[in-house]
């Protein structure tokens, strides 16, 4: 007699015995289409707001995770004179942007929609330009980095406003408190770092020039 897969379905479930064997390699249909939201919440937003809100969403959570990694790449990646510093604020950079990923997927996911998630995905939709593979000097990647950043504070501005058309109040506090506030300090950080100063001996040209 040949021997029984455990991970066979064609038993009905009441004459299923009890066992610890766990069960692998499953798969079955999605049970919530990407691009839906849940009918009926206890939240008080129809649902073309909360469908339009998770769209909206989904593409600054696509933004920032990319911003995210483009954060690990310069981490990673960056050398020269500054390295120690922009190496550490670099990495301080990436872990706020990770919460900030956390707190947008699920703001979507409680909206009752459904939060993009693998990097194919986020690759497909981000509208921040792909970098090379390859390492890039530090004002290369200081200017990325601040692309980036204008990118999301731009869609902050835009989704903010509709939020607050629509009377999604949450959602127009995230976008403002969390995500504008955070990314406006973090390009102040990276701006700062684009000012060519002298490091030794101060430019006083025109003291010289006066006497
Ligand atoms: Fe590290």
């Known amino acids: ?44 937003l129809e649902e073309p707001v909360r469908l339009e809100m998770t769209e909206q969403l989904n593409l600054l959570l696509a933004d920032t995770m990319t911003l995210r990694d483009l954060y690990k790449k310069s981490h990673w990646q960056v050398s020269g004179a500054t390295f120690y510093q922009l190496h550490l604020l670099f990495d301080k950079h990436f872990a706020e942007q990770a919460e900030l990923v956390d707190t947008i997927a699920e703001r979507i996911q409680l909206l ?9 995905d986020v690759a497909e939709t981000t509208r921040i330009e792909r970098p090379p593979k390859g390492r890039e000097e530090v004002p290369v990647q200081l200017s990325r980095l601040l692309d980036a950043h204008q990118i999301i ?33 973090q390009a102040w950080f990276l701006t700062e770092h684009l000012v060519e100063e002298p490091l030794v001996n101060a430019n006083d040209t025109h003291l010289r020039k006066a006497s």
Request: proline share 6%.
């Open 1 to 44: 007699m040949a021997k029984k897969d455990p991970n066979s379905k064609s038993a009905p479930n009441q004459s299923q015995k009890v066992t610890a064997q766990p069960r692998f390699h499953q798969r079955a249909p999605e049970i919530q289409a990407y691009g839906t939201v849940s009918h009926m919440l206890p939240l008080d």
């Open 112 to 120: 009752g929609g459904i939060s993009i998630a693998m990097s194919a």
């Open 153 to 185: 504070i731009g869609a902050c501005r835009k989704l903010a406003e509709r939020a607050d058309q629509l009377g999604d109040d949450g959602t127009n506090d995230l976008a403002v408190s969390d995500v504008l506030r955070t990314n406006e300090l």
